[in-house]
């Protein structure tokens, strides 16, 4: 019973997108360990929710994941696990340097009523948004919206960082350009949103600390670069959303979402 239960909530966060405004959208996938030697497996937990710890999901290739890969600077390959099961999956490291994992999701819809969808947009920053439905007189009428999640998760193999900055040519996506083996706390982390290729200005980067209630905000610059002093060493996740107005009769928008997790010296 407890089992079938936990599937329909999982279901209701997942499709309904009325039990929080942006639970159902935020997903990243984290290692167990950041940082791990050659020959040593990597464990990763997939996890839904727009601050830690989120909620822990099984291993669903049929409605949830459509990728899910190992680019370790030499090539890039299938992340093996068990369907149904957590955690999603696993590989063992070879390749010294940056590996990173990278998921994407197939495309999910919600509604959301006029007062959920403003209270969303405010929080993730989307203010170009926020303008179009006021200008256009939105403000209270409910919204469809289509999103899709593209992420990555970097970890070091071996006393080697190489590649941390490597792009990974996803439609969305946030490259570290501060090494995170050399980084302490304290400093300037600056990490870069590419959206298909080119920098994003003006876009809300939200950061979280594994295991702790610290949240970090920023917008990136003209050059599509975010700024961050990280008060502490450990897991960080970041993300960021960009949304726009659909270009088909289905939608009202259409959204999507990347995050980057990796883990710092403290």
Same mark, same amino acid.
């Given at each position: 019973?407890f089992h079938f239960?936990?599937?329909?909530?999982?279901?209701?966060?997942?499709?309904?997108?009325?039990?929080?405004t942006?639970?159902?959208?935020?997903?990243?996938?984290v290692?167990?360990e950041?940082?791990v030697?050659?020959?040593?497996?990597?464990?990763?937990?997939?996890?839904?929710?727009?601050?830690?710890?989120?909620?822990?999901?099984?291993r669903?290739?049929?409605?949830?994941?459509s990728r899910?890969?190992l680019?370790?600077?030499v090539?890039?390959?299938?992340?093996?696990?068990r369907?149904?099961?957590?955690?999603?999956?696993?590989?063992?490291?070879?390749?010294?340097g940056?590996?990173?994992?990278?998921?994407?999701?197939?495309?999910?819809?919600?509604e959301?009523?006029?007062?959920?969808?403003?209270?969303?947009?405010?929080?993730e +920053? &989307?203010? !170009?948004?926020?303008?179009?439905?006021?200008?256009?007189?939105?403000?209270?009428a409910? %919204?469809r919206e289509r *999103?899709?999640?593209?992420?990555?998760?970097?970890?070091l193999?071996g006393?080697?960082?190489?590649?941390?900055?490597?792009?990974?040519?996803l439609?969305?996506e946030?490259v570290p350009?501060?090494?995170?083996?050399?980084?302490?706390?304290?400093?300037p982390?600056?990490?870069?949103?590419?959206?298909n290729?080119r920098p994003?200005?003006?876009?809300q980067?939200?950061? +979280? &600390?594994? !295991?702790?209630?610290?949240?970090?905000?920023?917008?990136?610059?003209?050059?599509?670069? %975010?700024?961050?002093? *990280?008060p502490?060493?450990?897991?960080?996740?970041?993300y960021?959303?960009?949304?726009?107005?659909?270009?088909t009769?289905?939608?009202?928008?259409?959204s999507?979402?990347?995050?980057l997790?990796?883990?710092v010296?403290?």
């Open positions: 019973m239960c936990r599937i329909i909530f999982q279901a209701i966060v997942l499709y309904c997108g009325t039990v929080a942006v639970w159902a959208h935020a997903f990243w996938v290692p167990v950041g940082h030697q050659p020959g040593e497996r990597v464990v990763f937990d997939l996890r839904i929710g727009p601050r830690w710890p989120g909620e822990s999901m099984q669903d290739t049929t409605t949830l994941i899910f890969e680019d370790d600077g090539q890039r390959t299938p992340i093996a696990g369907e149904n099961l957590r955690p999603v999956g696993h590989y063992k490291a070879t390749v010294s940056a590996n990173f994992a990278v998921m994407t999701s197939y495309p999910h819809s919600a959301l009523s006029g007062e959920k969808f403003e209270a969303y947009l405010a929080e +920053g &989307l203010d !170009d948004a926020l303008e179009i439905r006021r200008k256009f007189g939105l403000k209270t409910s %919204a *999103f899709r999640r593209n992420v990555k998760t970097l970890v193999v006393d080697n960082s190489d590649g941390f900055d490597r792009l990974l040519n439609p969305f946030l350009l501060t090494d995170p083996l050399r980084y302490s706390a304290g400093e982390f600056v990490v870069r949103v590419l959206r290729g994003l200005a003006d876009t980067v939200v950061a +979280g &600390l594994r !295991d702790s209630e610290t949240t970090l905000h920023t917008r990136t610059d003209m050059n599509g670069n %975010a700024r961050l002093e *990280f502490a060493g450990g897991m960080w996740m970041l960021a959303v960009d949304i726009a107005p659909s270009t009769p289905d939608a009202d928008w259409e999507i979402w990347t995050s997790t990796f883990e010296n403290p």
